[in-house]
């Protein structure tokens, strides 16, 4: 494979990644497993079960074992032709899909800053019209 290839398999391959990561870890429709993950988490008495359930509740330590996943379905390698190209092609993965983590993170805040500026503004406005006219 070209590198030329290998690159945009890498960009392009990092997006599921970090689409399940920031799914599992995120987003509502998996709040209940991950509340309890998070309590596991906090309450296990040993340190390797804590650290198993935390897993599950960041999105840069899940997205490494999504990237284990992907690596063993899609056999990706990056650079190299044997175990060396799993290694750099995972780290890679991880970090792309990372980048693209923070991004989504980054519109979504400003996102919901419009939206609440957007609210304040209409109150302020509705406050405004309603003393005007009394």
């Not at 392009?12 to 596991?40: G, M, N």
């Not at 190209?85 to 991004?103: C, E, K, P």
């Amino acid at each position: 494979m070209s590198l030329a290839l290998q690159v945009a398999t890498l960009f392009l391959l990092a997006i599921p990644i970090a689409c399940v990561a920031w799914t599992v870890t995120h987003e509502e429709v998996l709040r209940e497993p991950r509340e309890f993950c998070v309590r596991r988490s906090q309450d296990c008495r040993s340190w390797w079960q804590r650290k198993f359930f935390y897993l599950f509740t960041c999105e840069y330590c899940f997205s490494h074992y999504v990237t284990v996943i992907f690596l063993f379905i899609t056999r990706f390698q990056l650079l190299y032709e044997d175990w060396r190209g799993y290694l750099v092609g995972g780290f890679a993965l991880v970090w792309v899909a990372n980048q693209y983590m923070s991004l989504y993170n980054r519109l979504r805040l400003d996102i919901k800053s419009e939206r609440l500026e957007t609210t304040i503004k209409e109150k302020v406005a509705e406050k405004v019209k309603k003393e005007g006219v009394e």
